[in-house]
Nanobody, 116 residues
Framework: QVQLVESGGGLVQPGGSLRLSCAAS????????VGWYRQAPGKQRELVAG???????NYADSVKGRFTILRDNPKNTVYLQMNSLKPEDTAVYYC??????????WGQGTQVTVSS
């Protein structure tokens, strides 16, 4: 089964930008949909953005207009471009299939911290 590994997190000031990468171990075209999820301390994991094989996208209301999910099939990578970051975007970000299959396995994620 194709594995997905996220990277690109870090510390950024409010209003700044980051780009997260989700690299597939094989052909990402074999995966119907890929999503970015996040979990903040003390909160449940939530969907941030998802993209289908055909390129249809879905965003959480809290990130609409600020985040963009992009699928690069030749590079077997899905990106999450995050602009105008806010402290409330601080969380561990994960990529996984979209919608989430049951059961599923989560990777280690990548930490995004928005702070001055």
């Amino acid at each position: 089964q194709v594995q997905l590994v996220e990277s690109g997190g870090g510390l950024v000031q409010p209003g700044g930008s980051l780009r997260l990468s989700c690299a597939a171990s094989g052909s990402i075209f074999t995966i119907n949909g890929v999503g970015w999820y996040r979990q903040a301390p003390g909160k449940q994991r939530e969907l941030v953005a998802g993209i289908s094989r055909g390129g249809n996208t879905n965003y959480a209301d809290s990130v609409k207009g600020r985040f963009t999910i992009l699928r690069d099939n030749p590079k077997n990578t899905v990106y999450l471009q995050m602009n105008s970051l806010k402290p409330e975007d601080t969380a561990v970000y994960y990529c996984n299939r979209y919608p989430i299959p049951t059961p599923t396995i989560w990777g280690q994620g990548t930490q995004v911290t928005v702070s001055s």
